[in-house]
Structures are given as structure tokens and as C-alpha cells.
């Protein structure tokens, strides 16, 4: 895992991270489901096939799940505290809500990991895999969510959300975009690692 930024936001770090989701060293992952919680493709399937029968089994028993919204499973035989599992928006040109609806899917994730008590949240860049939901847009929906996230709310746990992209190129990209998306006026200074 390498990281490639490091900001700090208020009660919290967001990181920027090139490597594999399976391999974040944090108390729990976000697994980007769809709505019957049948991990069949992309990372969902990753984290299932690593994590084995009890989180599909507890996954059926809690799906449906809409879209924007987030529950937690076992992690099963994964080294976590927890899956949380969210569903982004499928991307269907822009006119249907899908950024909203991303934003809902980032921010249940980070209130649910607040409310269950973890330190620390790692989260792949949910809906622009087999979702379709361009990457830049995603990736600035995540980064400004968790600003939103640590500017408007009084933090007792969550102090770490790592955005994980595991093709460097797509990394390098990420980094790009959030460099220039950030509002100048946080403090301390971006960090580049």
C-alpha cells in the first residue's frame, strides 16, 4: 500500500492510497454492493471471496439495501473489524441523480463506521468500476463528502478514511484531480507523499 496524499480535516486524515483494498491496514472496508447484496462482480466479489460464507450469508439477510444507503456485515475471514456495505449509483448519463446519490452512499458509510465506533474507514472508489460512474466525479464526490463529513459534524472515532485505487495510473489521476479540487484555504498544507 502506498500512500500518495495525506490531508488533514479537522478531527480527521483523509488519505489517497494506491494498492489493494484487501491489504488497507484500518479497522473496517466499504465493499461497493448493489442492492440485493449479491456480490457477483468487481470488488464486491473480491471482498466476498476473500471473506467467505458468513458475510454472504449475513448479506442476503440484510438485502435489500437501497441505493445511498449502508449496513454492516462480519467481515468473515478478512483481518477486519467489519464490511460496510454501500450502494452507489449505477451511472446513467447524469440526469437521474446519480451524483446526489453517490454522495448518500459515501456519507452512510462514513456515519455508519462513526456510529459503530472505528477509527478507521477504506473505501475504493464506489460506482466507477462496473457501476460506470465516471472516476474523476466519483473521486471528487468521496474527497468532498469526508471534508463535509469532518466540517460539519463533531467526531469522537472515525479519524482516518483512506481512498484506495488499486491501478496506479488511475492513482496518479486521483491525485491529480484532488490537488486541484481542493479548497485552499485548509490547513495544513497538502502533504504529498
Not at 480527521?12 to 462482480?41: M, Q, R, W
Not at 437501497?66 to 467489519?82: E, F, I, Q, R
Amino acid at each position: 500500500m502506498k500512500i500518495l496524499l495525506e490531508k488533514k480535516m479537522n478531527e480527521g486524515v483523509f488519505y489517497l492510497n494506491y494498492g489493494s483494498l484487501l491489504d488497507a491496514d484500518t479497522d473496517v472496508i466499504v465493499n461497493p454492493a448493489n442492492e440485493s447484496l449479491i456480490h457477483g462482480g468487481g470488488v464486491a466479489a473480491l471482498i466476498a471471496e476473500g471473506a467467505g460464507e458468513d458475510l454472504v450469508v449475513e448479506s442476503r439477510e440484510k438485502a435489500p439495501l437501497k441505493t445511498g444507503k449502508s449496513v454492516m456485515t462480519c467481515a468473515g475471514k478478512l483481518n477486519y473489524k467489519g464490511v460496510i456495505h454501500t450502494v452507489g449509483p449505477i451511472w446513467q448519463g447524469g440526469d437521474n441523480n446519480e451524483e446526489e446519490l453517490l454522495r448518500q452512499a459515501v456519507l452512510s458509510s462514513l456515519q455508519l463506521s462513526e456510529e459503530k465506533g472505528f477509527n478507521s474507514l477504506a473505501m475504493p472508489v464506489i460506482s466507477a468500476g462496473v457501476f460506470k460512474f465516471p472516476f474523476k466525479k466519483a473521486v471528487a464526490i468521496i474527497f468532498n463528502t469526508s471534508l463535509d463529513f469532518y466540517n460539519n459534524n463533531e467526531i469522537k472515532n472515525l479519524k482516518k478514511v483512506s481512498l484506495i485505487v488499486n491501478v496506479k495510473e488511475k492513482a496518479d489521476e486521483a491525485l491529480n484531480y484532488i490537488i486541484r479540487i481542493m479548497p485552499t484555504e485548509l490547513t495544513p498544507p497538502l502533504e504529498l507523499k
